[in-house]
């Protein structure tokens, strides 16, 4: 069976900061990999995706960006991170019939 | 308009209760719809697909109108472990594949 990994879990970075999350898919091969984004009280926001290796594109402009150097890593990073980088991070991979996504990790810069 | 939205509620029922949530999208070009539950501090679940015919898992019911554009979810015989967000999400192309746009979420509180 497939299964998404996602760590840290939690996470406390201070402004200006570097930043390195991983996610990993197992059970699969060329999945579609997502960055997601929530924000306090707000909905989920697409930041990056990736249908291959190398292969990154963004939704949105932000402070953040995207790697995919293996078939099923995905890495999201920043050089410098914001106070409004603060959020809950999720990685999802997708099938036809939905996405699924890894625990999370919850990310409150200080 | 944005792209899902949805009543973010609370909604407050007593258990056993029917209760239903709607939804509405504004890209008509969409193919795919499902419903999401995400407890508090979790990841979203998805909880089932939506189909032009309807259907039904359980004592859930998710019925699509895409003349209107909209979604529904019933939920019927409400437990306590029912309480939770639901997310109404619905697929969008994207320039090299397709991603899910997600509402921000209707709360669902069941109380005994």
Same mark, same amino acid.
């Given at each position: 069976?497939?299964?998404?990994?996602?760590?840290?879990?939690?996470?406390?970075?201070?402004?200006?900061?570097?930043?390195?999350?991983?996610?990993?898919?197992?059970?699969?091969?060329?999945?579609?990999?997502?960055?997601? =984004? *929530?924000?306090?009280?707000?909905?989920?926001? #697409? @930041?990056?995706?990736?249908? /291959?290796?190398?292969?990154?594109?963004?939704? $949105?402009?932000?402070?953040?960006?995207?790697?995919?150097?293996?078939? =099923? *890593?995905?890495?999201?990073?920043?050089?410098? #991170? @914001?106070?409004?980088?603060? /959020?809950?991070?999720?990685?999802?991979?997708? $099938?036809?019939?939905?996405?699924?996504?890894?625990?999370?990790?919850?990310?409150?810069?200080? | 308009?944005?792209?899902?939205?949805?009543?973010?509620?609370?909604?407050?029922?007593?258990?056993?209760?029917?209760?239903?949530?709607?939804?509405?999208?504004?890209?008509?070009?969409?193919?795919?719809?499902?419903?999401?539950?995400?407890?508090?501090?979790?990841?979203?679940?998805?909880?089932?697909?939506?189909?032009?015919?309807?259907?039904?898992?359980?004592?859930?019911?998710?019925?699509?109108?895409?003349?209107?554009?909209?979604?529904?979810?019933?939920?019927?015989?409400?437990?306590?472990?029912?309480?939770?967000?639901?997310?109404?999400?619905?697929?969008?192309?994207?320039?090299?594949?397709?991603?899910?746009?997600?509402?921000?979420?209707?709360?669902?509180?069941?109380?005994?």
């Amino acid at each position: 069976s497939q299964t998404i990994h996602q760590w840290p879990a939690t996470l406390v970075q201070p402004v200006g900061s570097p930043l390195s999350l991983e996610c990993t898919v197992e059970g699969t091969s060329n999945p579609n990999l997502y960055w997601y =984004r *929530q924000a306090a009280g707000r909905g989920l926001q #697409l @930041l990056f995706y990736s249908v /291959g290796i190398g292969q990154i594109s963004s939704e $949105v402009p932000q402070n953040l960006s995207a790697s995919r150097p293996q078939d =099923r *890593q995905f890495i999201l990073s920043s050089k410098k #991170l @914001l106070l409004s980088d603060s /959020g809950f991070y999720l990685c999802a991979w997708s $099938v036809s019939w939905g996405d699924f996504f890894g625990q999370g990790t919850r990310l409150t810069v200080v | 308009r944005k792209e899902v939205e949805q009543d973010p509620g609370p909604f407050n029922v007593p258990e056993g209760a029917t209760v239903a949530f709607n939804c509405t999208y504004s890209n008509s070009a969409s193919q795919s719809f499902f419903w999401y539950r995400q407890d508090c501090r979790k990841e979203p679940k998805l909880l089932m697909s939506v189909y032009s015919s309807g259907n039904e898992d359980g004592r859930f019911t998710a019925q699509l109108n895409r003349a209107s554009q909209y979604i529904s979810l019933l939920i019927r015989d409400s437990k306590l472990s029912d309480s939770a967000t639901y997310l109404c999400v619905v697929n969008k192309d994207l320039q090299a594949g397709t991603a899910l746009i997600f509402g921000k979420g209707t709360t669902l509180s069941v109380s005994s």
